[in-house]
């Protein structure tokens, strides 16, 4: 059995378990999901800890970065960050935790999903939308967490979101076997299951999500190994200035846009990166000034022209976010606490208290161009305030 037909395999189960059995399996053990609207109470985004955190817990500051003591994450992982401005950032993660900052203190603001929420990202403070591993949106309208079903009855894990608006956000789902299409093979036709990208877009003046990527689109995603033809998993999704999607994943794949498609669809092209090892995400200031990070410190940088060209990676360790605040500045962070930094001349690791057996994974950076910068995953969230000395 192949890796990826066991993968499509393990979330096909997955998705046939009741919810509580879900929640078991896709997350620790921890306290249930609170209602959309339920607040806790605010969390200080300081540095000092207060002494509540075990001996096994990281604390304090270490160079630039301070860890921040949220009760949250004691049983829960994040896995994404977004935020429109300093006073307006929000995490999400594991068993439907999500919290927001408002400049002084964090609250958690929980969505009613026992489920992981992936990914998250918005267009303002009152706009705000995630996704979890099951087949839902969820959207944050400055009251509550409103549940939004996507067409069809097909689960599947709302990998990225990203957007240039209101109008225009996008989402990329993993792939699922009941939305095969069928693509040219070695032999003829041949039924593949590949990711989905959806869009929310106004048709007829109707704002609502559609499935945006035609046939076209997905099967230029194809990659032929022996007598197997399938699509590559796409891991990572992020919207240009210009309001279309760019998109990397397995094999070191990359797809940017090309013109000529009318909203709702989008349209691509495959984009040579030099890699084959996964680009895992994605992110940039402008349609020539794009990173995209994955396994073994992978690093690439597309400035213009067909390819993506080589950057070379201060870290082995395997990358799982990125973020671009301006040519000048970019910050990667991934396995094992590891946290770089692009300063416009060339990528650096930037310390942090996660060292020795403190390490956790990170999955999420954001941040304000010239300002603060937050990183977080397994169990941590770190804090880098603007002007900030080692």
Not at 191 to 202: H, K, L, Q, T, W
Not at 245 to 273: D, H, I, N, Q
């Amino acid at each position: 059995m192949t890796r990826r037909i066991l993968v499509l395999a393990l979330l096909a189960g997955a998705s046939l378990l009741p919810l509580g059995a879900c929640a078991s399996n896709d997350d620790s053990a921890g306290p249930g999901a609170d209602a959309g609207g339920d607040e806790r109470a605010p969390i200080d985004a300081g540095p000092d800890t207060g002494g509540e955190a075990g001996d096994d817990e990281p604390t304090g500051c270490a160079g630039e970065w301070c860890v921040v003591p949220l009760d949250g994450l004691r049983d829960v992982s994040v896995n994404a960050i977004w935020g429109s401005g300093p006073n307006d950032v929000w995490i999400v993660g594991t068993r439907g935790f999500a919290a927001h900052f408002d400049g002084t203190k964090w609250e958690e603001r929980r969505a009613s999903t026992l489920l992981s929420l992936f990914s998250v990202w918005g267009s303002g403070p009152n706009d705000v939308w995630a996704g979890n591993s099951g087949k839902s949106f969820f959207h944050w309208q400055g009251a509550s967490w409103e549940e939004t079903q996507m067409a069809g009855d097909d689960p599947r894990v709302v990998l990225g979101l990203s957007g240039s608006g209101a109008d225009n956000v996008v989402a990329l789902l993993a792939p699922s076997w009941s939305k095969a299409i069928e693509c040219p093979g070695p032999w003829g036709p041949m039924m593949v299951a590949c990711p989905a990208v959806f869009r929310r877009s106004r048709v007829g003046g109707e704002l609502a999500w559609r499935e945006a990527a035609d046939p076209s689109f997905l099967c230029d995603n194809l990659w032929v190994e022996g007598s197997s033809t399938f699509c590559s998993d796409l891991s990572g999704l992020w919207v240009s200035p210009d309001g279309e999607p760019w998109l990397v994943g397995e094999l070191g794949k990359a797809v940017r846009p090309r013109a000529g498609a009318t909203p709702p669809a989008v349209a691509g092209v495959p984009s040579e990166t030099h890699s084959i090892t996964t680009l895992e995400a994605i992110a940039g200031t402008s349609a020539t000034d794009v990173w995209s990070v994955g396994g073994a410190g992978t690093i690439r940088r597309y400035a213009g022209g067909p390819d993506w060209s080589i950057t070379p990676s201060p870290t082995n360790a395997h990358l799982r976010a990125v973020w671009a605040g301006s040519a000048k500045e970019a910050w990667a962070v991934g396995e094992d606490g590891v946290v770089v930094r692009w300063d416009g001349e060339s990528w650096e690791v930037s310390p942090t208290p996660l060292v020795d057996d403190l390490a956790r994974d990170l999955r999420a950076v954001w941040g304000v161009a010239n300002g603060d910068t937050w990183a977080a995953g397994e169990r941590v969230l770190l804090h880098r305030k603007a002007g900030t000395q080692p």
